[in-house]
Protein backbone atom coordinates (compact mmCIF):
# COMPACT_ATOMS: atom_id res chain seq x y z
CA UNK A 1 0.00 0.00 0.00
CA UNK A 2 1.36 3.21 -1.16
CA UNK A 3 1.81 5.55 2.12
CA UNK A 4 3.56 8.18 4.09
CA UNK A 5 4.61 7.13 7.85
CA UNK A 6 5.43 9.11 10.56
CA UNK A 7 6.37 7.93 14.13
CA UNK A 8 6.05 8.73 16.94
CA UNK A 9 1.91 9.60 16.46
CA UNK A 10 1.92 11.67 19.67
CA UNK A 11 5.03 13.08 21.69
CA UNK A 12 5.15 15.08 25.41
CA UNK A 13 8.35 15.88 26.15
CA UNK A 14 10.31 18.94 27.61
CA UNK A 15 11.87 21.89 26.59
CA UNK A 16 15.65 20.89 25.61
CA UNK A 17 15.31 17.36 25.34
CA UNK A 18 16.43 16.24 21.67
CA UNK A 19 13.69 14.57 19.47
CA UNK A 20 13.61 13.41 15.93
CA UNK A 21 10.33 12.79 13.98
CA UNK A 22 10.87 10.14 11.30
CA UNK A 23 8.95 10.08 7.84
CA UNK A 24 9.24 7.15 5.41
CA UNK A 25 7.28 7.10 1.80
CA UNK A 26 7.30 3.98 0.19
CA UNK A 27 6.68 5.58 -3.44
CA UNK A 28 9.73 6.58 -4.85
CA UNK A 29 9.02 10.05 -4.35
CA UNK A 30 11.64 12.75 -4.80
CA UNK A 31 9.78 15.33 -2.99
CA UNK A 32 9.75 15.24 0.80
CA UNK A 33 8.05 18.21 2.90
CA UNK A 34 7.34 18.89 6.32
CA UNK A 35 4.73 21.09 7.82
CA UNK A 36 3.33 22.47 10.89
CA UNK A 37 -0.37 23.06 11.49
CA UNK A 38 -1.41 25.60 13.88
CA UNK A 39 -5.09 26.88 14.75
CA UNK A 40 -5.83 30.31 12.36
CA UNK A 41 -2.54 29.78 10.30
CA UNK A 42 -2.99 27.19 8.16
CA UNK A 43 -0.51 24.52 7.19
CA UNK A 44 3.37 26.16 7.49
CA UNK A 45 6.30 24.67 6.00
CA UNK A 46 9.05 24.23 7.72
CA UNK A 47 11.21 22.29 5.11
CA UNK A 48 11.38 20.13 1.85
CA UNK A 49 13.65 18.32 0.23
CA UNK A 50 13.77 18.15 -3.74
CA UNK A 51 16.10 14.62 -3.89
CA UNK A 52 18.50 13.20 -2.22
CA UNK A 53 21.13 15.23 -0.65
CA UNK A 54 18.63 18.66 -1.68
CA UNK A 55 17.06 20.60 1.07
CA UNK A 56 15.76 23.83 1.34
CA UNK A 57 14.03 25.80 3.97
CA UNK A 58 10.76 26.73 4.06
CA UNK A 59 8.66 29.27 5.85
CA UNK A 60 9.42 28.49 9.56
CA UNK A 61 12.81 26.51 9.21
CA UNK A 62 14.14 28.48 12.65
CA UNK A 63 14.68 25.55 15.46
CA UNK A 64 13.78 22.60 13.26
CA UNK A 65 16.64 20.42 11.08
CA UNK A 66 16.15 18.14 8.89
CA UNK A 67 18.37 15.74 6.83
CA UNK A 68 17.57 14.04 3.09
CA UNK A 69 20.30 10.38 2.84
CA UNK A 70 17.89 8.06 1.86
CA UNK A 71 15.26 8.94 -1.27
CA UNK A 72 12.35 7.03 1.38
CA UNK A 73 13.57 9.22 4.42
CA UNK A 74 13.09 12.53 5.53
CA UNK A 75 13.30 13.22 9.37
CA UNK A 76 12.90 16.05 11.21
CA UNK A 77 14.90 16.93 14.41
CA UNK A 78 14.36 19.40 16.90
CA UNK A 79 17.84 19.31 18.60
CA UNK A 80 16.39 21.87 21.76
CA UNK A 81 12.86 21.61 21.82
CA UNK A 82 10.93 24.65 23.14
CA UNK A 83 7.28 25.36 24.15
CA UNK A 84 6.26 27.49 20.78
CA UNK A 85 6.97 24.25 18.80
CA UNK A 86 4.16 22.76 20.28
CA UNK A 87 1.88 21.72 17.21
CA UNK A 88 0.38 19.04 14.64
CA UNK A 89 3.22 18.23 12.47
CA UNK A 90 2.69 16.47 8.96
CA UNK A 91 5.23 15.08 6.53
CA UNK A 92 4.44 14.64 2.50
CA UNK A 93 5.64 13.19 -0.10
CA UNK A 94 5.02 13.42 -4.07
CA UNK A 95 6.83 13.35 -7.41
CA UNK A 96 8.91 16.16 -8.72
CA UNK A 97 8.27 18.66 -10.10
CA UNK A 98 4.70 18.58 -8.36
CA UNK A 99 2.55 17.73 -11.23
CA UNK A 100 0.59 15.78 -8.85
CA UNK A 101 -0.79 15.35 -5.86
CA UNK A 102 1.30 15.29 -2.79
CA UNK A 103 0.74 12.55 -0.28
CA UNK A 104 -0.03 13.40 3.61
CA UNK A 105 1.45 11.34 6.73
CA UNK A 106 -1.13 10.72 9.78
CA UNK A 107 0.58 13.49 11.88
CA UNK A 108 2.53 14.01 14.56
CA UNK A 109 1.10 15.75 17.71
CA UNK A 110 3.85 16.99 19.88
CA UNK A 111 3.75 18.87 23.03
CA UNK A 112 6.71 20.56 24.47
CA UNK A 113 5.91 21.27 28.53
CA UNK B 1 6.15 33.71 0.56
CA UNK B 2 3.20 33.00 -2.10
CA UNK B 3 0.86 31.49 -0.07
CA UNK B 4 -2.46 30.81 -1.15
CA UNK B 5 -5.51 32.71 1.08
CA UNK B 6 -8.81 30.97 0.80
CA UNK B 7 -11.72 32.88 1.50
CA UNK B 8 -14.49 32.45 3.53
CA UNK B 9 -12.44 31.19 6.75
CA UNK B 10 -15.76 29.33 7.42
CA UNK B 11 -18.81 28.59 5.87
CA UNK B 12 -21.79 26.84 7.33
CA UNK B 13 -24.44 25.49 5.41
CA UNK B 14 -27.06 23.33 5.34
CA UNK B 15 -27.15 19.63 3.65
CA UNK B 16 -28.27 19.83 0.36
CA UNK B 17 -26.55 23.51 -0.48
CA UNK B 18 -23.99 24.48 -2.30
CA UNK B 19 -20.22 25.32 -1.04
CA UNK B 20 -17.97 27.65 -2.54
CA UNK B 21 -14.75 28.65 -1.17
CA UNK B 22 -11.93 31.09 -3.50
CA UNK B 23 -8.42 30.71 -3.62
CA UNK B 24 -6.03 33.73 -4.30
CA UNK B 25 -2.26 34.16 -4.60
CA UNK B 26 0.44 36.22 -5.45
CA UNK B 27 2.88 34.97 -8.22
CA UNK B 28 2.86 32.76 -11.42
CA UNK B 29 1.88 28.81 -10.69
CA UNK B 30 2.15 26.04 -12.50
CA UNK B 31 -1.25 24.36 -11.44
CA UNK B 32 -3.28 24.63 -8.47
CA UNK B 33 -4.31 21.82 -6.03
CA UNK B 34 -7.25 21.75 -3.31
CA UNK B 35 -6.87 19.43 -0.59
CA UNK B 36 -9.28 17.89 2.11
CA UNK B 37 -8.87 17.35 5.82
CA UNK B 38 -10.93 16.21 8.28
CA UNK B 39 -9.98 16.82 12.02
CA UNK B 40 -6.30 16.49 12.69
CA UNK B 41 -5.84 14.05 10.18
CA UNK B 42 -3.76 13.94 7.24
CA UNK B 43 -4.87 16.27 3.81
CA UNK B 44 -6.18 14.04 1.03
CA UNK B 45 -5.51 15.27 -2.46
CA UNK B 46 -8.97 16.14 -4.13
CA UNK B 47 -7.90 17.94 -7.26
CA UNK B 48 -5.64 19.56 -9.64
CA UNK B 49 -6.01 22.38 -12.53
CA UNK B 50 -3.42 23.07 -14.85
CA UNK B 51 -2.32 26.98 -15.39
CA UNK B 52 -3.54 26.54 -18.87
CA UNK B 53 -7.31 25.07 -17.85
CA UNK B 54 -9.82 27.13 -16.71
CA UNK B 55 -12.26 24.69 -15.41
CA UNK B 56 -12.25 20.94 -14.26
CA UNK B 57 -15.07 18.94 -12.86
CA UNK B 58 -14.66 15.70 -10.71
CA UNK B 59 -17.92 14.14 -9.24
CA UNK B 60 -19.73 16.63 -7.20
CA UNK B 61 -16.33 19.73 -6.86
CA UNK B 62 -16.16 22.14 -9.74
CA UNK B 63 -12.72 23.65 -9.85
CA UNK B 64 -12.28 27.26 -11.89
CA UNK B 65 -8.92 29.01 -11.92
CA UNK B 66 -8.29 32.45 -12.95
CA UNK B 67 -4.84 32.76 -13.42
CA UNK B 68 -5.12 36.90 -14.51
CA UNK B 69 -7.12 37.23 -11.55
CA UNK B 70 -4.75 34.75 -9.70
CA UNK B 71 -7.75 32.97 -8.47
CA UNK B 72 -9.21 29.60 -7.71
CA UNK B 73 -12.90 28.55 -6.93
CA UNK B 74 -13.80 25.23 -5.38
CA UNK B 75 -17.86 24.89 -5.55
CA UNK B 76 -19.18 21.32 -3.58
CA UNK B 77 -22.61 20.88 -5.17
CA UNK B 78 -25.27 18.97 -3.06
CA UNK B 79 -22.91 19.10 -0.31
CA UNK B 80 -23.61 16.07 2.71
CA UNK B 81 -23.16 15.94 6.36
CA UNK B 82 -19.90 13.98 5.38
CA UNK B 83 -18.26 16.70 3.42
CA UNK B 84 -17.79 18.51 6.64
CA UNK B 85 -13.89 19.03 6.65
CA UNK B 86 -11.13 21.92 6.03
CA UNK B 87 -10.47 22.72 2.76
CA UNK B 88 -7.07 23.85 1.44
CA UNK B 89 -5.83 25.17 -1.71
CA UNK B 90 -2.38 24.64 -2.66
CA UNK B 91 -0.22 26.36 -5.39
CA UNK B 92 2.42 24.70 -7.04
CA UNK B 93 5.72 26.50 -9.20
CA UNK B 94 8.67 24.78 -10.94
CA UNK B 95 11.23 25.71 -13.20
CA UNK B 96 15.00 24.72 -13.37
CA UNK B 97 16.00 23.34 -9.78
CA UNK B 98 14.07 25.23 -8.13
CA UNK B 99 10.30 25.19 -6.59
CA UNK B 100 7.43 24.42 -4.19
CA UNK B 101 4.02 23.50 -3.29
CA UNK B 102 2.53 26.01 -0.78
CA UNK B 103 -0.58 25.61 1.32
CA UNK B 104 -3.33 28.47 2.36
CA UNK B 105 -4.79 28.60 5.77
CA UNK B 106 -8.01 27.04 4.34
CA UNK B 107 -11.45 27.56 4.80
CA UNK B 108 -13.66 25.35 7.30
CA UNK B 109 -16.65 23.80 6.29
CA UNK B 110 -19.62 22.57 8.22
CA UNK B 111 -22.53 20.91 6.53
CA UNK B 112 -25.55 20.14 8.98
CA UNK B 113 -27.77 17.77 8.39
Known amino acids: EAQVTQNPRYLITVTGKKLTVTCSQNMNHEYMSWYRQDPGLGLRQIYY???????DKGDVPEGYKVSRKEKRNFPLILESPSPNQTSLYFC????????????FGPGTRLTVL | SQQGEEDPQALSIQEGENATMNCSYK?????LQWYRQNSGRGLVHLILIRSNEREKHSGRLRVTLDTSKKSSSLLITASRAADTASYFC?????????????FGKGTKLSVKP
Open chain 2, 90 to 102: ATAYYGGSQGNLI
Open chain 1, 49 to 55: SMNVEVT
Open chain 1, 92 to 103: ASSLWPPRGEQF
Open chain 2, 27 to 31: TSINN
